[in-house]
């Protein structure tokens, strides 16, 4: 104990009594912060606008095509005269190979659009970790 007092330029009384430790301060690193500041707003604020408007861009087409066959269907039993896909003879309707794109269509955005909601959820993640990363590089 009287080693450790000597080594550590202290008293005996403050070893036996225990040392509180001390708390740092955290302070803000002005230089950090105006490059992180000028960094996301270059690159990383026209990154998350473009992948945002990607992914919006993305779910408007998941949408379409899983409502596609119901749109079909809503066309054909309203015989609505402004939506004509018409066939070979010229009235409303749709062959029926359009039934068979549009269920396949659907059928494929059911089994993809899990896949999807994985891929916004882990962009998501990335975004938040960055944003951390950030904060702490600035503010330590």
């Known amino acids: 104990m009287i080693a450790l ?16 430790p001390q708390k740092r301060k955290k302070h803000i ?8 500041v000028f960094f ?11 992948t945002a408007l990607i992914l919006l861009a ?6 379409a095509l899983f ?6 269907i809503f066309a054909v039993a309203t015989h609505n005269p402004h939506i004509t896909f018409g066939n070979a003879n010229g009235a409303t309707g749709f062959d029926w190979w359009y ?4 269920i396949i269509a659907c059928s494929l955005m059911v ?5 999807i909601w994985r891929f916004t959820k882990l962009l998501y993640f990335w975004l938040i ?11 330590n």
């Open 40 to 50: 996301n707003f270059v690159l990383g604020f026209w990154l998350i606008i473009t």
């Open 99 to 102: 039934w068979l794109v549009a």
């Open 67 to 72: 409502l596609a066959p119901f749109i079909m």
């Open 29 to 36: 690193n002005l230089f950090a912060g105006f490059g992180l």
């Open 5 to 20: 007092a000597e080594l550590y330029e202290s008293d005996l009384s403050a070893f036996a009594q225990g040392i509180e």
């Open 111 to 115: 089994l993809v659009s899990p896949l």
């Open 129 to 139: 970790k960055y944003l951390k990363f950030n904060l702490k590089s600035v503010y």
């Open 58 to 63: 993305l779910y408007a087409i998941i949408l």
